[in-house]
């Protein structure tokens, strides 16, 4: 079993500086296992999906994750490039799990946008952007455009827009198709105005 003493403040600047020069060594260009390890973390970002890769954000995270766990252990790191691989996985993994979390709450705070009044509408977006809106609703077809006005302009609850569909063409259409017609529809106008 490895015991471990604590270190002076010396002693752990003096591995501090240890670990950052094997880490600036390593990331020489003209080092074959420091090339290895960063095309090693190209690859993971690649394979992890991550949209905006920038190696020297990742170098530089490895290199404070590895003087705060110098501080934090005590130690030095042996395997220098071993441990950057390691971190440097985990951190892409971390910065994924970020980019996912970020997407999801976007994704949750533009769907709660689909059951406002047109008022709050209003109040969420400029002037600019209500025109840039509704020149794009006018680029759906007749059936999204209608769903979206019944649903934002008229402010129709979906059992009202239900009885104007059945007084309309005389068939019965479900709350959940009306639902789905809505998001559809919304989700191709979203889909229109993050393009422009």
């Excluded at 752990?12 to 950052?20: G, S, T, V």
Aim: hydrophobic letters at 35%.
């Amino acid at each position: 079993m490895k015991t471990s003493k604590k270190c002076t403040v010396q002693e752990q600047d003096i591995l501090k500086a240890i670990f950052l020069d094997e880490l600036r060594e390593l990331l020489m260009p003209s080092n074959k296992k420091g090339k290895s390890a960063r095309n090693y973390l190209h690859r993971v970002s690649i394979q992890q999906g991550v949209r905006n890769f920038n190696v020297h954000a990742l170098i530089t995270d490895i290199a404070f994750a590895g003087v705060a766990s110098i501080e934090r252990n005590g130690e030095g790191i042996e395997n220098v490039s071993a441990w950057m691989r390691g971190v440097g996985k985990r951190l892409i993994t971390k910065q994924v799990r970020g980019e996912i979390r970020d997407r999801n709450l976007h994704t949750k705070q533009r769907s709660s946008i689909s059951g406002a009044s047109n008022d709050l509408w209003k109040n969420l977006l400029e002037q600019e952007q209500l025109e840039q809106v509704f020149s794009l609703i006018a680029e759906l077809s007749a059936s999204e455009q209608e769903i979206l006005q019944l649903r934002f302009t008229s402010e129709l609850n979906y059992k009202e827009i239900q009885s104007h569909y059945q007084q309309k063409t005389g068939e019965t259409v479900s709350e959940a198709a009306l639902r789905q017609r809505e998001c559809r529809a919304i989700k191709k106008l979203r889909t229109k105005y993050e393009k422009r």
